[in-house]
């Protein structure tokens, strides 16, 4: 789908462009940018270098596992349904250590993890239960306290002072997570958003939504 929404738009540029007598501007533009892109994505790789080396340090040192520490009693209260000693809590602890601390590359094996365990302790198997919701909520708008990725790609596009996008990025994923909790905790409550238990044939137990 998003190879034909990029198909399409390449094809109505060059369709306006000869229309209007602008093909060559066009296609020159095209180059350009193409050219643009090449440079800047070479100018990303020594500032993603030294970050990802930042990183693999704190990985290393066991930064991450102060983190988890630090998180375990929150995460016990954010997802109540999850035994606090199952894998499914370790891996969405990590998951969400590290994607605090920019290491986006090291998050997403504990988050495909966290989803395979939670999906374990779901007696619906075709229904996100809530323990879900909320992971992929918070996973989402994600609290960042080094945005390596954004650092690296002002500072390649020549910005003055590259790190200053820390302190709006924490105060604004710090906000974006809160919203994602009240939300899933929010319509969790809701009687639609429920699912009930129902006994099926033979006395079992059974879920539906409401």
């Avoid at 500032?47 to 991450?64: F, N, T, Y």
């Avoid at 000693?85 to 504990?110: K, Q, R, V, W, Y």
Wanted: glycine share 8%.
């Amino acid at each position: 789908m998003i190879n034909a929404i990029w198909a399409a738009l390449i094809i109505i540029g060059f369709i306006v462009g000869a229309i209007t007598g602008n093909l060559d501007n066009v296609t020159a533009s095209a180059i350009q940018n193409a050219k643009g892109a090449v440079e800047l994505a070479i100018g990303l790789i020594g500032v993603m270098a030294l970050w990802l080396g930042i990183m693999k340090i704190a990985e290393d040192s066991g930064l991450i596992r102060g983190v988890s520490k630090l998180l375990k009693p929150i995460m016990i209260l954010l997802f109540p349904d999850v035994p606090a000693d199952h894998p499914a809590m370790g891996a969405m602890i990590m998951n969400i250590s590290a994607n605090i601390l920019g290491l986006g590359n090291a998050a997403t094996p504990f988050g495909l993890k966290a989803m395979e365990e939670l999906q374990k302790l779901n007696r619906r198997k075709d229904t996100a239960t809530d323990a879900m919701v909320t992971f992929l909520a918070i996973n989402t708008s994600s609290v960042t306290l080094i945005p390596a990725s954004t650092i690296a790609i002002l500072s390649s596009a020549g910005a003055a002072n590259p790190t200053e996008i820390v302190g709006p990025t924490i105060v604004a994923t710090t906000i974006s997570t809160i919203t994602a909790i009240i939300a899933a905790k929010t319509l969790q409550r809701l009687p639609k958003y429920q699912i009930k238990k129902v006994k099926g044939k033979g006395g079992k137990v059974e879920c539906s939504l409401k």
